[in-house]
């Protein structure tokens, strides 16, 4: 007899202290306000018993702890809910202790009453189905659980519990440590798993490519144009020969090639994000985190095509700078100048646009400054910034607009500028026109040698955007919640933190609008307005005669780059 | 008869040009129009923002959903923009003073909206504020 009674008060003092977890986490319980169930109680302590503690704690372990402490109560204890069988367990007095008061003054006011529905079952399959993903499932959590007092959780518990969620019912992705990125590209109710390492098999492609330069480097074309014959395609898209002094790397710096090089790497990769990349903006920023954590090789791919970018800005200011310090646009080339600052208008748009795709907080303060500077151009203004954004603010439509002009309608424009600014350059000549008087011989190279210089700058170019996007990956953030909080980068993308810098500085129109509008009509009038170099200074670096110019756009770059240095470190200058 | 300046050949080709012109700039109409249909909804405009007992007097509450700030001044309401009137950023409150500071471009506004530090010219944007018959709080950012 006396055994049984210490069994009774044992068993007696374990309820108490579940009580007690319940009543200090407010997990409350239950539905059915009814008459106790007749349920016969078939309590079992090992039910009641805390996780094993593992170590060191996986985030699902951790998350495991708090389940047990705060969640076990209401959803049970393998998350089947607040299920018939597991009230049962509580013994008769404590299975509607609601009604019989035991919660005494510690009772959550009012807590009993929502619970309509019942606590659900989490756990396994077809449960949670409301949630399509691990960070829906964890900014719910995070914002009303537990019961009592709801969000009194911290992000990281959230994360914890969720990532305990989808341990138990088998779909969290093996060695995934979720965060507030990476989560929602993480479905909960389908194991995705996380792909191979790219970096080995990147490394060997680098180390082929790298063998295969070699041969590049040392094997001098010898090929000889036969008489009358007619070259193939990619020959032809070359002059048949250029002066050799002019074909040198420290010439063109290789700028030109380069930026149809970045070009074509960004029409692939760009290929490629789109058949994973979702233009709606609750899917947007997960569709390309799924690119960057799910996909194989989608970290590389999209490293690729944000590099590519951004070196392709850059590469694209050095050809510019290039063209007007060697006084190359001179005539007949003014008008494929144009069409150069046109291509480079152009892109910086379509950087710009790719930016805003990512549809993060990371981009979301650059698409509003970005779209209001519209509004303050007069007249027109108001129609333009409803024309760019489809509508009164941003949105749904928004997107899709960003999506259209950079997938297709700024693409479709630099695919035909790009092929007529090639154009030009072959029927003016070449990359140089041949100083005169130029003989036949040994100061010419011919297109075959021009081509295989090319496929080793292009094979080199891609090592060199192997390595930088294996080493620094693109940024990405957390999905935009709500167009009125401001919880992101309030930077501007790098390429514009110039214009921000300017903006800080006085009236927006003028600053932000009219300021970069005459910037590329100045460098366009240059070759119009200014003295061109004489046609035999052409073909080296600082010819005289256009002097004013190269003084004016080398001034034009320090200003700008200047204002960018100032753009990035004083954020509040 | 009068032989007419303009040749026969000529005029061929002006109404020709012409006619393209004009076709150009009907199509030219026609695009524009295409993307003159809005399919986006735009932010709205009117916020309930619950009972207006919950901002006591003096009070000064922000409410990131507008977003604004809230002012009770001895049982009147007031209601302030916290959008940047410069190019649309939400302002952020100081740290030390109860002014706001956009983290765009570093315009400063004081406790009543007033610039105090460019480049934002106009003041904050005083919010229509209206209490319902059921003491709600009602705000109309347009």
Redesign the interface.
């Known amino acids: 007899m006396m055994l049984r009674k210490c069994i009774a008060d044992v068993i007696l003092m374990i309820f108490f202290a579940f009580a007690a977890t319940i009543v200090s986490t407010g997990a409350a319980a239950q539905t059915i306000i009814s008459t106790p169930s007749p349920i016969a109680p078939t309590f079992d302590p090992t039910r009641l018993a805390q996780p094993p503690t593992v170590m060191p704690p996986a985030q699902a372990d951790n998350g495991a702890q708090a389940y047990w402490s705060m969640c076990m109560g209401c959803h049970g204890d393998h998350g089947q809910g607040l299920t018939d069988e597991w009230r049962a367990s509580y013994g008769n007095e404590y299975r509607d202790c609601w009604q019989s008061g035991c919660h005494a003054s510690d009772h959550p006011e009012n807590s009993f009453e929502i619970l309509s529905t019942g606590a659900p079952a989490l756990i396994g399959a077809g449960k949670l189905t409301r949630f399509a993903n691990a960070y829906e499932l964890q900014s719910y959590v995070h914002g009303n659980m537990p019961f009592s007092p709801a969000g009194s959780l911290t992000a990281e518990q959230s994360l914890e519990l969720t990532a305990f969620l989808l341990r138990e019912s088998d779909t969290l992705p093996g060695g995934l440590t979720l965060d507030m990125i990476n989560s929602s590209a993480v479905t909960v109710h389908q194991k995705v798993n996380p792909p191979e390492n790219e970096v080995p098999g990147s490394f060997l492609l680098i180390g082929i490519l790298v063998l295969a330069t070699v041969g590049l480097t040392f094997r001098v074309s010898t090929k000889v144009a036969i008489p009358n014959a007619r070259p193939a395609f990619v020959y032809h898209l070359h002059p048949p020969r250029i002066p050799a002094a002019q074909s040198r790397f420290w010439y063109t710096l290789g700028t030109g090639g380069l930026s149809v090089f970045l070009s074509l790497v960004l029409l692939l990769t760009g290929l490629l994000e789109m058949y994973y990349y979702v233009p709606s903006p609750d899917r947007a920023a997960v569709s390309v985190s799924i690119i960057k954590t799910l996909v194989p090789y989608g970290n590389l791919v999209r490293n690729l095509h944000f590099w590519s970018a951004q070196f392709l800005v850059i590469v694209m200011s050095l050809h510019l700078l290039r063209v007007v310090l060697t006084g190359a646009y001179a005539p007949p080339r003014r008008f494929n100048y144009l069409l150069g600052l046109g291509l480079l208008v152009l892109i910086l748009l379509l950087d710009f646009t790719g930016y805003v795709l990512r549809w993060d907080e990371g981009v979301h ?1 650059a698409l ?2 970005g779209t ?2 519209l509004k303050t151009i007069p007249l027109i203004g108001d129609g333009l910034y ?2 760019v ?10 997107l ?1 607009r960003f999506y259209a002009w950079h997938i297709f309608g700024l693409t479709l424009a630099v695919i035909i500028l790009v092929t007529w600014h090639a154009f030009r350059v072959r029927r003016d000549g070449g990359i140089a026109s041949a100083p005169p008087g130029l003989s036949q011989g040994q100061q010419w190279i011919t297109r075959f040698d021009l081509v295989r210089r090319e496929v080793l700058a292009m094979v080199i170019g891609i090592v060199i955007l192997l390595i930088v996007s294996l080493a620094i990956p693109a940024p990405t953030d957390s999905p935009i919640s ?5 919880t992101g980068s ?1 930077q501007a993308p790098w390429f514009f933190l110039w214009v ?1 810098q300017l ?6 129109f003028w600053l ?1 609008i009219i300021l970069p509008v005459m910037v590329v009509t100045l460098l366009g009038l240059f070759p119009y307005i200014l003295p061109n170099a004489d046609k035999n200074e052409l073909g080296h670096w600082f010819p005289r005669g256009n002097r004013l110019a190269q003084v004016l756009t080398v001034l034009l770059y320090l200003v700008i780059l200047v204002l960018t240095f100032l753009g990035a470190f004083s ?3 | 008869m009068m032989k007419s300046e303009l040749s026969r050949r000529d005029f061929m080709k002006l109404s020709t040009r012409t006619l393209l012109g004009l076709g150009a700039v009907l199509g030219l109409g026609g695009l524009i129009r295409y993307f003159s249909y809005e399919p986006g909804q735009g932010p709205p405009t009117v916020f309930d923002l619950g009972d207006a007992g919950s901002f006591p007097i003096g009070s000064r509450t922000i409410r990131g959903e507008v977003p604004a700030v809230i002012i009770n001044q001895d049982g009147v309401f007031e209601a302030y923009s916290l959008t940047c009137t410069h190019l649309g950023c939400t302002i952020e409150k100081d740290k030390e003073s109860i002014g706001f500071t956009c983290p765009c471009h570093g315009s400063a506004f004081d406790e009543t909206g007033k610039v105090i530090n460019g480049p934002a010219q106009d003041p904050l944007k005083a919010l229509h504020v209206e209490i319902t018959g059921e003491n709600r709080l009602i705000v109309h950012t347009d």
């Open positions: 303060w509003v400054v209001n500077l409803r024309f954004m489809g509508g009164g603010g941003p949105g749904p439509a928004t899709i709500s167009f009125s909080s401001m309030s921000q903006l800080k500085w006085g009236d927006p932000g954020p509040n200058g």
